[in-house]
Each structure stands twice: as C-alpha cells, then as structure tokens.
C-alpha cells in the first residue's frame, strides 16, 4: 500500500482569511440600524424593527448566507445588509427573504432565527395593515 508522500520543505497554503467578520457586521447593523431609527414615530415600531433586523441579520449569519463578490445581484447582500434592509424596507425585504432564503443558504443548521424572523415579521405586517386600514376609517 502507498502512502502520500510530502516532503518536509513541502509549503502548505496559509488558510484563508474569513472576509466575513462577525464583530464588524453587528457593529455596522447597530450603528445603521440604530442611526436610522431615531426619526421613526413611534417607540414600539422601531423597536420592532430593529428585534427584525438583528434575528434576521443572525439567521442570515447562521445559514451562511454571505455578500459573494464574484455575483452581482439584488439578492447577494451581507448578513448586516440583509437586517438593515429588513428594518428599513420592510415591505420589499421581508417577502424577498422569506421566498429566497432556501436558495440563498449556504449551511444547513438551526432555523430557530428564521421562525423569528417569520413571527416577528407576521407581527409587523399585521401592525402595519392595522394602522393604514384603521387610518383610513
């Protein structure tokens, strides 16, 4: 039987470094996330939605699902972007997420952030039609 031979000059290839840092993706979703939420009505919406942009941004996280640079996309976004989009654009980004996540991930784990993701987001919508249709009576 042969064994693989390597010679003890043989270089081995540094690992790669992760391009996707945790530490910088949570602190740019606070800081956007946070910045941005400071002009919105009322207390509880915003609070809301930013609960939907930091389970969203950690189920993205999660699931691996990552910005590639080699695809230009709508869909190819970072974790954070995917929170920030969630909190701010609310309408277009929690259908969008919801439809392409199976597509869009990368690891198959836990989808304990997904389902609140889905609950939270439930909740939203039904604050946000309760409010235009209560509005307009």
């Known amino acids: 039987m042969e064994q693989p031979s390597t010679s003890p000059g043989a270089v081995v290839p540094a690992p790669q ?14 800081f956007w996330v946070g910045l941005l939420a400071l002009p919105l009505g009322s207390l509880i919406q915003a609070a ?24 230009n996309s709508f869909l190819n976004m970072s974790p954070m972007a995917w929170g920030i989009s969630m909190a701010f654009l609310f309408i ?3 259908p969008v997420y919801l439809l392409n996540r199976k597509k869009l991930r990368t690891i198959q784990g836990t989808d304990v952030f997904y389902w609140a993701t889905v609950v939270l987001g439930a909740g939203l919508s039904a604050l946000f039609f309760l409010s235009i249709f209560g509005k307009l009576r």
């Open 17 to 30: 470094a992760n391009p996707h840092v945790l530490r910088r993706q949570v602190v740019g979703l606070v």
């Open 92 to 94: 277009v980004a929690y």
């Open 48 to 71: 809301l939605l930013i609960a939907l942009g930091g389970v969203t941004f950690a189920d993205a996280w999660c699931s691996g699902i990552y910005k590639h640079t080699d695809r």
